[in-house]
């Protein structure tokens, strides 16, 4: 099974900072990784697929990129509603797993 | 504009089964799998198997095999998850979501309580 490792587990940042989230594969996955955002009772939602590809509706200050085993979500400018939990997927082999998650939190 | 909507929250006693359907609408239903991901209180997420209407079969993760059962209905765009024996540590939320590689359309979550 392919292990999602996401780091950090906490970020404490404020408005209008860049952030960046790291998630690391156990083993290659191409550029089959996907990112995504779950606020306290809702179900999560889709920012990013295929590593580097935006969802239609997602702002432009998100961004993705990496292939292979290392993968960065990337925040340009935090707006108030990004403050979440983000979450990588991989997909490999008809098999998915999901990164631990990343909480997003106001300093 | 596709939508997933679940069925409500079920409270079941360790060692029984419950069901938790999720009806789409929009799109084509066989076009794209239905998968079921869940969310112990508090944790992340876990992936639990998915069902591609397309050829009517079901691929589950090693965890789940031999517990979990999803199935999906193609004349009432309703897919279906199972899980059996059920203990303590399989309250969650219980997500049905619809994609390919990546999940574009999510439910909106079943909590499944057990408790004696």
């Known amino acids: 099974d392919i292990q999602m490792t996401q780091s950090p587990s906490t970020l404490s940042a404020s408005v209008g900072d860049r952030v960046t989230i790291t998630c690391r594969a156990s083993?290659?996955?191409?550029?089959?990784l996907a990112w995504y955002q779950q606020k306290p009772g809702k179900a999560p939602k889709l920012l990013i697929y295929k590593a580097s590809s935006l969802e239609s509706g997602v702002p432009s200050r998100f961004s993705g990129s990496g292939s292979g085993t290392e993968f960065t979500l990337t925040i340009s400018s935090l707006q108030p509603g990004d403050f979440a939990a983000y979450y990588c997927?991989?997909?490999?082999?008809?098999?998915?797993?999901f990164g631990q998650g990343t909480k997003l939190e106001i300093k | 504009q596709v939508q997933l909507v679940q069925s409500g929250a079920e409270v079941k006693k360790p060692g029984s089964t419950v069901k938790v359907s999720c009806k789409a609408s929009?799109?084509?239903?066989?076009?794209?799998?239905i998968k079921w991901v869940r969310q112990a209180p508090g944790q992340g997420l876990e992936w639990m198997g998915d069902f591609i209407p397309f050829f009517g079969s079901a691929k589950y993760p090693q965890k789940f095999q031999g517990r979990v059962t999803i199935t999906a209905d193609e004349s009432t765009s309703t897919a279906y998850m199972e899980l059996s024996s059920l203990r303590s540590e399989d309250t969650a939320v219980y997500y049905c979501a619809r994609g390919g590689a990546a999940l574009h359309y999510w439910g909106q979550g079943t909590l499944v309580t057990v408790s004696s």
């Open positions: 929009g799109g084509t239903f066989s076009s794209y799998a």
């Open positions: 997927q991989q997909y490999n082999n008809y098999t998915y797993s």
């Open positions: 083993q290659s996955i191409s550029s089959w």
